[in-house]
């Protein structure tokens, strides 16, 4: 699940490039108003739906495929300067998936060693998107998917997609997931499973945590990313058409991890919370640094050709957060 030289040619673009952005979602429509004091970006190239884990002494972070690469990833000392990499963190893709649509990966760490990379691909029997998982003795890989089939592939749902995890308190793993309804016209539900041990097999049934219902977030929810701060569960997520300046990121808190979870009624960060400081914002994943809680996501250029990655520090009052703006 971020514009002062739009251009009259700017539909034609979208057009163009819609292709490598979404599988079944509406295509994108050019964001509506100009922007002309967006913020440097950390990562300034096609660098979308971004993770980022602390590894080996470094902050890592991976992102939707581009240039022919299906997990791209990135390396940095500080999060402020960041070096790109050209090798691919998921050469090959499994048997039941399809090159082209590798979206918003999630990496973690196993606590005997090693990592779990959860990544979308395109389901080639149903041309649907899916979730697979793959394994790797290093945290920039190469991974290798550990099954013959998907993890997560609701296709009577519209497929799955956008899967981050989320460790308890008491060790238990879980993935949380969005189904892509908005491809076929259904519902789009937050959905969280617990994982086996290892991470890489489901461990139960899937729970519904909450779909779209609020003005602001259009046709879906997508992108969910699980936190705990004190006693209370959040949910970031991202919503609205992630191809204009209406994608913001929104939150939603529970009592226990499985709910029910109440939203803030306006986004956390959108185009117009950030006076134009980033367009279309989305796509977000939440770290715990000594500098305190940091989210990073992503955002669109002045002409909404790519999206680069940006951070923003959180603060917290109560067990509710705010992006602190520059």
């Known amino acids: 699940m971020n514009q002062a030289k739009r251009a009259v040619a ?70 402020a300067e960041w070096n790109v990499s050209l090798e691919d963190a998921l050469p090959q893709l499994p048997g039941w998936a399809t090159s082209g649509r590798t979206w918003a990966p999630d990496v973690t760490a196993l606590p005997a060693g090693g990592y779990v990379l959860y ?4 389901h080639s029997e149903s041309n649907r998107q899916c979730i697979g998982a793959a394994t790797s003795a290093t945290v920039t890989g190469p991974y290798s998917a550990v099954a013959g089939e998907p993890l997560v592939c609701t296709l009577d749902e519209g497929g799955s997609i956008d899967p981050a995890t989320f460790t308890d308190d008491d060790g238990t793993r879980y993935l949380i997931w969005k189904n892509d309804g908005n491809c076929c016209s259904m519902d789009t539900w937050i959905q969280l499973n617990p994982l086996t ?27 969910p990313t699980l936190v705990k701060h004190g006693d209370t569960y959040l949910v970031f997520y991202s919503a609205n058409d992630y191809g204009s300046d209406q994608y ?33 914002p989305g796509g977000q994943d939440v770290l715990r640094t000594p500098d305190g809680d940091v989210m990073f996501f992503h955002g669109w250029d002045e002409l909404v050709i790519y999206r680069g990655m940006y951070s923003l520090p959180l603060d917290w009052t109560g067990d509710l957060p705010s992006v602190r703006l520059p």
């Open 197 to 223: 041990p290892d991470g890489t097999q489901l461990a139960g049934p899937a729970t519904k945590l909450f779909k779209q219902s609020e003005p602001w977030e259009g046709q879906l929810v997508e992108a």
């Open 248 to 280: 913001a990121v929104g939150v939603a808190s529970a009592p226990a991890i499985t709910g029910p979870y109440g939203k803030q009624p306006t986004p956390l960060l959108s185009s117009e919370s950030s006076d134009g400081r980033y367009i279309g």
């Open 10 to 79: 700017l539909g034609a673009v979208f057009g163009v490039l819609a292709g490598a952005f979404v599988g079944c979602a509406p295509q994108p429509a050019p964001a509506s108003d100009p922007v002309s004091k967006l913020e440097p970006f950390l990562i300034d190239q096609d660098f979308a739906d971004p993770d980022i884990l602390e590894a080996d002494g470094k902050y890592v972070a991976f992102a939707t495929n581009t240039r022919g690469v299906n997990v791209q990833f990135a390396t940095s000392d500080d999060r």
């Open 119 to 122: 990544f979308v691909a395109q």
